[in-house]
């Protein structure tokens, strides 16, 4: 790419890893999720929790945990997601968040608004969604952590679309505890975050964007751009040919 410096074959095969995570979580049931996360890393996740209903205010997500649990004595485990390996006293942890797929997905999208943030400005719709996913499982993680005896959780997130924006505001909100150490990986994530915001989470929240997509290219100010250059545009020659076109063609 002319903009980045060239991104290595090791990170494009963990990065379609995440990708075949992220879109796995469109599927219409659980048990098809079930059945394509039993053809992931040679089964190694299982699903802990998962929804294929989304709510207006909470996206459809699935909770994966390690099965790789070996006790605190043992040496660590050498298994690789696409960061980095686990230490042995982390659970490891993973959760994919589906993208805009219902009416209630539609209906976070389009609420634009911005509102402040943690110093900065975020996507008032989508800000709600992460939020919402953070609140609900952090009494899970709990839970997960007490039973597995670690003494930290490893989160990896990952989404595509409205998923990755979600994934991403639940990422800032976990990591807000200083038994989660969470990351957060996307793919076509909307512009959700004002810049400042955006740069103070470059640590662990990573963004892919396709060279011809739009939805990551998409916020409230350049929406209006696009209308007041479509208002503006002097459209007379594309009219005037359009109506000689059509006369000729009634003619014949």
């Not at 042995?88 to 589906?98: C, G, I």
């Not at 751009?225 to 000689?244: C, K, P």
Request: proline share 4%.
């Amino acid at each position: 790419h002319r903009f980045h410096s060239e991104v290595s074959k090791k990170m494009v095969m963990e990065l379609h890893e995440v990708l075949y995570i992220s879109q796995l979580t469109y599927v219409n049931t659980i048990e098809e999720f079930s059945i394509g996360l039993s053809k992931f890393q040679n089964g190694v996740w299982e699903l802990g929790y998962g929804t294929t209903k989304s709510l207006p205010d909470m996206p459809a997500h699935f909770l994966l945990i390690h099965k790789d649990i070996k006790p605190l004595s043992d040496s660590q485990p050498q298994f690789s997601f696409p960061w980095e390996n686990k230490k042995d006293t982390e659970l490891l942890v993973a959760l994919a968040v589906r993208g805009t797929k219902e009416l209630a997905d539609a209906i976070a999208d389009v609420l634009l608004e911005p509102v402040e943030y943690r110093g900065g400005y975020v996507h008032g719709g989508i800000l709600k969604n992460g939020m919402n996913l953070a609140k609900k499982l952090l009494p899970k993680l709990e839970e997960l952590m007490k039973h597995s005896g670690r003494d930290k959780i490893r989160l990896y997130l990952a989404g595509h679309s409205l998923g990755a924006a979600a994934a991403a505001i639940a990422a800032i909100e976990f990591n807000e505890y200083d038994w989660i150490s969470a990351e957060a990986i996307g793919f076509g994530c909307p512009s959700i975050l004002s810049p400042e915001l955006s740069k103070s989470t470059e640590d662990y929240i990573t963004t892919v964007v396709a060279d011809a997509d739009i939805i990551p290219r998409m916020n409230g100010a350049s929406i209006t751009n696009l209308v007041l250059d479509l208002i503006e545009y002097d459209w007379t020659d594309f009219v005037l040919d359009d109506i000689e076109y059509f006369f000729e063609n009634a003619r014949t």
